[in-house]
């Protein structure tokens, strides 16, 4: 299975922005209708790690959500991310856009290729999306990641 065949797909059913941000690392605009029918987008990535499931490739997908502080409530948090299906919530290191070294919050998810298929990444990139928008919405401040 072809990531950036199976993305395309994806993105031209939804009207996603797809972008080849460099080799093999893809970034999906996720558009996302509100109850009052406007739109909220959150970016989620997407790129191939090699061997990382008992020596297979997987899909790897996340959506960065802010940098994490010892202020954010970690707790409820967590309790809030009983809502992901596919995904899970982790901080992990990142570097800020100035190159600082930070920990980010990030949802992510890790699909083996060969347990998967298009209608499950299509899933995946959903809930990602949902998950990180609510998220960096209630401990970020919204869109400022």
Partial sequence: MDLKTVLTSICDRWKYKL???SPGL???DVAMKQTDGSLRYQYVYAWVIKER???KDVFYFNSRCGVYTPNINLYQMLKESSYCTYCSVIITNDKKTDGTPCESVVVHAI????LTNEAII???IWDI???ADIIEK????GDNN
Wanted: proline share 4%; glycine share 8%; aromatic share 18%.
């Fill in 19 to 21: 972008d080849e941000t």
């Fill in 26 to 28: 893809f970034r999906l």
């Fill in 53 to 55: 499931y008992l020596g």
């Fill in 111 to 114: 699909q083996p290729i060969e």
């Fill in 122 to 124: 299509n899933d995946v």
């Fill in 129 to 131: 999306a949902t998950n």
């Fill in 138 to 141: 209630n401990y970020f401040g």
